[in-house]
């Protein structure tokens, strides 16, 4: 580990050896330890969650306005209304047609129900007129016997022939009666014919009447809506926010709705729409935590979190900006639409880490090419365990591996004896292993041997401890999966050597606030002194003297 005892934290009087007297001591900063913020900057403007125009379907004349700036509604409440005698008249003279329909449809209905009596009269006599045919028919064939039997007697001599000549005319009387009856039975089914067209003409009538009766409604409802709708009404609970009529202002709705009122819904929910550069666009997430101000309230800062940033870019003087919409609670009502908020969107933030000056990671001494030869940069030297890391990490990694098994297995020392006679099989295995191998082959190694390590751990373990020691695994590899993502860079810093000359160290950098700089692995300690400037001056180009004045 590299400690500098030569030089007190934050110490700016040291002298690099060998240099002249005349050379700027080295300025230099503390790596410390603490919490880092990091964040995006941006403005944008209060915006209510929903915001509602409300406008008039209908032209005419503002008799009444209800409502004024800043009042509170609620769904469904009268904001303001209309002229609306004209439209009155045509209710009443649309509810009187509707009426005469309605009657006329009961009209139609009497003739029906006067064809359909007629009709069932009419089946009445036909059954009688049938009847009367059968007994005339009976009464006929009575006769005809008669006659048939007078004839013969009357040629034996036994007879009369006035008797004969009676049954003979009863008979013609009776062939008479029936044909009279079998005229007045086709009349009768003509007639009955006759009102089933008067049946079907009145059922039609009677349709078609009910036809115009829902004709008239419809119109009239229609009226009726148009009525209504000279009441101007708010479709949801909110505050007025801009009132664009006055009384007796004539209200044009032909070609399209005029915006009469514009109401904010429920301001106790607000959204900022921000200017998100494209720089930064990659950093922002839903959920994020966001602090801003506003110029009506500068000492007070409020809260708020990100809700989406909306795909649709917009570019304006080539400038590429996404809209960020941030989610906010205004439970007070002190922000007011339209106000200008000065954003910090909070990206990341980090505890207790280390955290160099970012002068310190600007530094470039004079002579860079010799301290690039001296850096201390290795190639990553994985234990066991190890996920990634600078030289140190497979230390660190083997050393968290052991400690959570003996806390969460806790094995028998017996086992323990095992796992550790395990743990340094392994170790041994990488250290001859990594003779003249990439960094990438040192990973891979490093997997094969975390997952043999790992079996022969469970053989050596009691069912109940081999399930614990499976969950604990799964545990850790979780949270090296999740430390893995975190996104890092390379960066260099400079310390006082034993020699006196700086000394280059390459670190991975984390999140930065502006001012410190997450160091992210490496060999370094609190306390350590970087170097941020100062030093031997870069050599530069002779001055030029300035030219004698001319004396002509």
Do not use: C, W
């Amino acid at each position: 580990m590299i400690a500098v005892g030569s030089a007190a934290a934050g110490g700016y009087a040291y002298s690099v050896g060998g240099s002249g007297s005349s050379d700027p001591p080295y300025r230099f900063a503390s790596l410390d330890q603490g919490p880092i913020t990091a964040s995006v900057r941006a403005t944008g403007t209060l915006t209510p969650v929903s915001t509602v125009l409300v406008g008039s379907q209908l032209s005419g004349i503002i008799v009444e306005i209800l409502v004024d700036f800043n009042t509170q509604v609620k769904a469904g409440q009268i904001v303001a209304r209309l002229f609306s005698e004209q439209i009155r008249a045509r209710r009443d003279g649309a509810a009187a047609e509707a009426e005469a329909a309605r009657s006329d449809i009961g009209i139609k209905r009497a003739q029906l129900e006067r064809a359909n009596a007629a009709r069932i009269k009419a089946d009445a006599n036909l059954r009688d007129l049938a009847a009367l045919r059968d007994r005339t028919l009976a009464t006929l064939a009575e006769n005809r016997r008669t006659l048939d039997r007078q004839s013969d007697l009357f040629k034996t001599g036994a007879g009369s022939r006035a008797v004969f000549d009676s049954a003979r005319t009863q008979v013609d009387v009776q062939t008479a009666q029936l044909a009279s009856v079998e005229a007045q039975t086709a009349s009768a089914r003509a007639e009955i014919l006759g009102l089933d067209a008067d049946i079907l003409l009145a059922r039609a009538q009677i349709t078609a009447s009910e036809a115009g009766l829902q004709q008239k409604l419809a119109r009239l409802r229609d009226i009726e809506i148009d009525l209504s709708n000279t009441d101007i009404r708010s479709p949801v609970d909110g505050v007025v926010v801009q009132r664009q009529i006055e009384l007796g202002q004539t209200v044009a709705a032909s070609f399209s709705s005029p915006t009469l009122f514009t109401i904010a819904q429920d301001l106790r929910e607000i959204e900022i729409y921000s200017n998100i550069d494209e720089a930064d666009v990659g950093r922002i997430k839903a959920g994020q935590k966001v602090t801003f101000t506003v110029n009506a309230y500068p000492n007070r800062t409020f809260e708020g979190s990100v809700k989406l940033v909306r795909l649709g870019a917009q570019t304006v003087q080539n400038v590429v900006t996404y809209t960020g919409v941030i989610g906010v609670r205004n439970a007070d009502m002190a922000l007011l639409p339209g106000m200008t908020a000065n954003l910090q969107i909070i990206t990341d933030e980090r505890q207790n880490v280390l955290r160099a000056p970012n002068a310190a990671l600007r530094f470039k001494p004079v002579n860079t090419a010799a301290l690039v030869a001296g850096s201390t940069a290795q190639p990553d030297d994985p234990g066991p365990f190890a996920q990634g890391g600078g030289a140190g990490a497979g230390n660190r990694a083997a050393q968290v591996y052991r400690e959570r098994i003996v806390t969460e297995v806790k094995p028998t020392a017996e086992q323990m004896k095992a796992i550790d006679a395990i743990l340094e099989q392994g170790r041994e295995r990488l250290r001859a292993e990594r003779q003249g191998a990439s960094p990438e082959e040192i990973r891979r190694n490093a997997q094969t041997v975390r997952r043999e390590n790992g079996r022969k751990i469970a053989e050596v373990l009691d069912p109940e401890r081999r399930a614990l020691f499976e969950k604990a695994m799964q545990d850790l590899a979780a949270q090296n999966r999740q430390r893995q993502q975190r996104d890092t860079s390379p960066g260099r810093v400079h310390i006082v050597g034993e020699d006196g000359q700086p000394r280059a160290i390459d670190v991975r950098l984390g999140v930065s606030d502006g001012a410190v700089t997450e160091i992210v692995g490496g060999e370094l300690q609190p306390g350590v002194n970087l170097i941020t400037g100062g030093g031997p001056l870069r050599s530069t180009a002779p001055a030029v003297s300035p030219r004698s004045p001319r004396l002509f």
